[in-house]
């Protein structure tokens, strides 16, 4: 009884525009035009500042898969989730996702810091579209996955980076999505959360979800991942099982390290 | 995704723009001390600021000039925040935008949405200040009467209120989803709208009436959509006089276009503008 879920990225390309003088004021962008058009430069100064994050992607992933993403960083792979998520549109290629998303990419980015962790529950599901009865019937499983206790109701301005992390992971988990996509930041969690998370990983896997994870840890990588792809410089340079593709990104880390040293 | 489905992805998640509209009403006036009075306060003062210079140390209007301040002050107003706060609107929300994925047509259409609340609350004021002008006007003698520009008066066309704010709102939600995306775009969106802003409520029949405009302007005065929004929302809330039908429909004309154009520009651009906000 496989669900059609999961998601394709084919040739996706997308910069990001690392240019410290782009015109922020009308009168620059009136200024540097004359400029353009008093010298001829046309749009080549621009283009040199363009800083290409991903290049050419090529990714899909089907039900039951749990991809372990790795890379150095800077590699683009939190880009890539931000795609998949369609929080960025990409400049060439094409998205195609089946199926509810659910993220958990930088630390607390959907929070409001002056609202308490249970506010915070309440404003996300808003946004996602989850009925309030639904996220009030979940509150307690939320809270407790996210092993907070009382600081639920404290303000997300009173918590750690790791408690962050598991109140994200928590609330991304409980929303119950198709496609759940998780960035190194769940990393910070504690080993007793590491655990948790694991066994809700395998859980989501046995029922036929896709996962996606973004991590530094090669064991955790192994353990839970069905796939392993190796993204580098905006590119996949492996897709393949995961004890392979682990092993040549780190081969290959210790030796660019080597070189550097 | 096409620009229909975008809108058609906007209606299905409208409660998104629920809770904006809420969280916009909250965040407005949260820490200042009389809270949400202002909105009723402000027209209020406004209105009597010009009264007091147009009317009292001036002398060039007369009584009936507090209604009609009154209504071109709400109208524009009500256009005047909602561009203002979606110019920033994108801005304000980045760490959610960058957090999860959602409609982000959501957020300028809940500001329009929060501004018209304020509207409205300046309707049910201007209510309860036409019952004292009604009374007051009964009540004058003939001299005074004569100083009337235009005697006030409410009745049937009344009913045209909801039609022309609909079109109002529809103005005002494709202005706010240009300046939402020039606000990314441009970081001295706020200072430019100031400058064009009050350019235009100048160039607007608030404070003065359509007759005293020199024959020169009379074309700035027929092109501008606020001219005719604020004539027929005075002749439906206190002058009882039905909306000429060219003005009707050219407001008409103009907000749909400045609809269609907002929302084709905001949702071309809206993947993209993430990478700058």
């Avoid at chain 1, 989730?81 to 959907?110: E, H, N």
């Avoid at chain 2, 965040?27 to 009264?51: C, Q, T």
């Avoid at chain 2, 071109?72 to 561009?83: E, T």
């Avoid at chain 2, 404070?207 to 002749?235: C, K, Q, T, W």
Wanted: hydrophobic share 45%.
């Amino acid at each position: 009884m496989e669900r059609d879920i999961g998601f394709e990225l084919e040739g996706v390309w997308l910069k990001y525009y690392v240019d410290f003088h782009r015109p922020r004021t009308l009168r620059e962008l009136v200024a540097r035009r004359g400029l353009q058009l008093l010298k001829g430069n046309g749009d080549g100064q621009r283009e040199e500042r363009n800083f290409w994050a991903l290049r050419g992607v090529n990714l899909h992933a089907g039900p039951g898969e749990v991809l372990g993403i790795v890379g150095s960083n800077g590699a683009g792979k939190s880009t890539m989730l931000q795609v998949i998520a369609r929080i960025m549109k990409p400049d060439r290629g094409s998205v195609s996702v089946k199926g509810s998303i659910g993220c958990l990419l930088s630390l607390g980015a959907g929070f409001n810091a002056s609202l308490s962790g249970r506010e915070n529950v309440f404003v996300n599901a808003a946004i996602l579209g989850l009925p309030r009865q639904v996220v009030e019937s979940r509150l307690d499983d939320i809270r407790e996955l996210s092993g907070l206790g009382d600081f639920f109701d404290a303000p997300v301005k009173a918590y750690s980076s790791g408690m962050r992390a598991r109140l994200g992971f928590s609330v991304a988990v409980h929303v119950n999505p198709d496609v759940l996509l998780i960035d190194e930041v769940v990393q910070v969690g504690d080993a007793f959360f590491q655990l948790k998370a694991g066994n809700i990983l395998d859980r989501f896997r046995d029922e036929k979800k896709v996962i996606v994870l973004v991590s530094h840890s090669p064991d955790m990588i192994k353990r839970y991942c069905t796939r392993g792809v190796w993204l580098e410089h905006g590119t996949v340079r492996r897709d393949g099982p995961t004890t392979e593709v682990v092993g040549e990104y780190l081969d290959w880390s210790r030796e660019t390290a080597g070189a550097s040293a | 995704m096409s620009v229909t489905e975008q809108v058609a992805e906007l209606v299905e998640r409208r409660n998104v723009i629920w809770h904006f509209v809420l969280s916009e009403l909250k965040s407005e006036h949260r820490d200042k001390l009389l809270g949400n009075l202002w909105h009723l306060i402000d027209p209020l003062a406004f209105m009597l600021v010009y009264y007091a210079v147009w009317a009292v140390i001036l002398g060039r209007r007369g009584p009936d000039f507090m209604a009609y301040l009154f209504v071109g002050i709400i109208c524009y107003q009500f256009y005047q925040s909602s561009v203002v706060r979606a110019a920033q609107i994108l801005r304000s929300h980045v760490g959610l935008i960058r957090g999860v994925y959602f409609p982000k047509a959501a957020l300028p259409t809940a500001v329009v949405l929060s501004q018209l609340y304020g509207f409205l609350c300046g309707l049910a004021v201007l209510g309860l200040l036409m019952v004292f002008f009604l009374i007051n006007q009964a009540r004058m003698p003939p001299e005074q009467l004569a100083e009337v520009h235009h005697p006030l008066s409410v009745g049937l066309n009344l009913l045209w209120l909801p039609l022309v704010t609909g079109i109002e709102c529809l103005f005002c939600l494709g202005s706010s989803y240009l300046f939402a995306i020039a606000g990314v775009w441009f970081r001295d969106m706020p200072n430019v709208m100031a400058f064009v802003l009050r350019l235009s409520f100048y160039l607007s029949p608030i404070f003065y009436y359509p007759e005293d405009l020199p024959e020169r302007f009379r074309v700035f005065y027929l092109a501008n959509p606020f001219s005719h929004f604020f004539g027929i929302m005075r002749g439906a809330l206190i002058y009882n006089r039905p909306p000429s039908l060219e003005g009707m429909l050219y407001l008409t004309g103009i907000s749909l276009a400045v609809l269609v154009i907002g929302l084709a520009v905001f949702f071309r651009r809206e993947g993209t503008v993430v990478k700058h906000l």
